[in-house]
C-alpha cells in the first residue's frame, strides 16, 4: 500500500518537476544576469527620473522600473531609502518599491509557466499595484512624511568581485540557494495536493464561487506565499482544477505583498501606521483586483 502511494506521488512529482523546471533554471539564469549586468543601469535610469518634471507621471516610469529591477526587498528598501533622503518625490518611491515587491525579472521567467493569460495578469497587477500606491501616497501624504527610514540598516552588497563572470557565479550560487529548496517543496505540496484534495471541492470553493474565492485566496496568500518559485507549482495546479483567474491574480498580489521574510523590513522602513496602511492597501487591492478580473473574464 505504502509503495503504490510513493509510486503515485513520485510520478506526480516527476511530472511537475519536468514542466516547471525549465522555467525555474532560465528564471535564476535570467535573474542574476539583471542583477549583476543590469542592477547598475536600471538605479541609475531611476535616479534620472529625480531630475525631470514629469510630476505625478514620473510614477509610471517608477513603477517600470521597479518591475525590472532585480532586487529582493532588503535590496529594495535601501535604494528608496537613498533617493528618499536624495528628495525623490515619496509618490514616485512608493510606485517603485510597490511594483518592485510585487514583481521582478526572474518571477516572470517563472510565472510564464502558468500560462500566458495568468503571466499578462500577474504583469499588468504588478504595474497597476505601483501605480495605484505613487496616486494614493501623492494624494494623502503630499506635504506629510510617509517613510521612515531611520531605524533600517541594508545588507550589504554581495556582488563586489572584480571579476564579472565569477560575481555572475556567486550570484547565480546565491540565487539557487535562495530559491532551489523552496521550488521542491513547491513540487511536494503539490503532488501531495494533487493526489489527496477532490477535485470538485477545490473547484467548487476557488472557481464557481468567485467573489469567496478572491477573498479565500487573497488570505491565504499571507501566510503560504515564502517564495515566488516555491508557489508557481501550486497555482498551475489550482487553476488546472479550475481556480478563477481573479483569485488566482488575488493570491499573486497579497502573497509576494505580505511575505513574511518582507515584513520586518517594512514594518522598519515604514513605522506601525504606515505599515497597516500598506498592508490594508495590498490586501485590499489584491481582493478588488481579482474580482474585477473575474468580472471581465
Known amino acids: 500500500m505504502l509503495e503504490r502511494e510513493f509510486i503515485y506521488l513520485w510520478y506526480y512529482f516527476t511530472v511537475l518537476f519536468n514542466q516547471i523546471f525549465p522555467y525555474w533554471l532560465i528564471g535564476i539564469l535570467i535573474g542574476s544576469v539583471v542583477s549583476v549586468f543590469g542592477k547598475t543601469k536600471i538605479n541609475q535610469l531611476f535616479a534620472s527620473v529625480k531630475d525631470t518634471r514629469l510630476g505625478l507621471l514620473g510614477i509610471i516610469p517608477a513603477s517600470l522600473l521597479g518591475i525590472a529591477s532585480p532586487l529582493c526587498m532588503y535590496g529594495t528598501i ?31 521567467i517563472y510565472s510564464a509557466a502558468l500560462g ?35 531605524g533600517f540598516s541594508g545588507r550589504a552588497n554581495r556582488d563586489t568581485h572584480p571579476n564579472l563572470f565569477i560575481r555572475f557565479l556567486k550570484n547565480l550560487w546565491r540565487n539557487i540557494r535562495a530559491t532551489g529548496l523552496y521550488f521542491l517543496i513547491g513540487i511536494i505540496l503539490t503532488a501531495l495536493f494533487q493526489r489527496y484534495v477532490p477535485n470538485d471541492g477545490f473547484a467548487k470553493l476557488f472557481g464557481e464561487q468567485k ?14 506565499y515564502v517564495c515566488g518559485g516555491g508557489t508557481i507549482p501550486l497555482l498551475m495546479d489550482w487553476l488546472h482544477r479550475g481556480m478563477s483567474l481573479g483569485a488566482a491574480g488575488a493570491f499573486m498580489i497579497s502573497g509576494p505583498g505580505t511575505k513574511i521574510t518582507n515584513l520586518g523590513a517594512l514594518k522598519i522602513a515604514l513605522g506601525t501606521k504606515s505599515f497597516f496602511l500598506y498592508f490594508s492597501y495590498v490586501f485590499l487591492f489584491s481582493v478588488i483586483a481579482g474580482l474585477i478580473i473575474n468580472l471581465i473574464l
Open 78 to 108: 535601501p535604494i528608496v531609502a537613498s533617493f528618499h533622503k536624495q528628495g525623490m518625490r515619496q509618490d514616485w518611491l512608493a510606485a517603485f518599491m510597490m511594483s518592485s515587491i510585487l514583481l521582478n525579472p526572474q518571477l516572470i
Open 211 to 224: 467573489g469567496f474565492g478572491v477573498l479565500m485566496a487573497a488570505t491565504l496568500g499571507v501566510p503560504v
Open 116 to 150: 500566458m493569460e495568468a503571466l499578462i495578469i500577474r504583469i499588468s497587477l504588478s504595474f497597476v499595484g505601483g501605480i495605484f500606491a505613487g496616486l494614493l501616497i501623492s494624494a494623502f501624504y503630499r506635504n506629510r512624511t510617509f517613510f521612515n527610514f531611520s
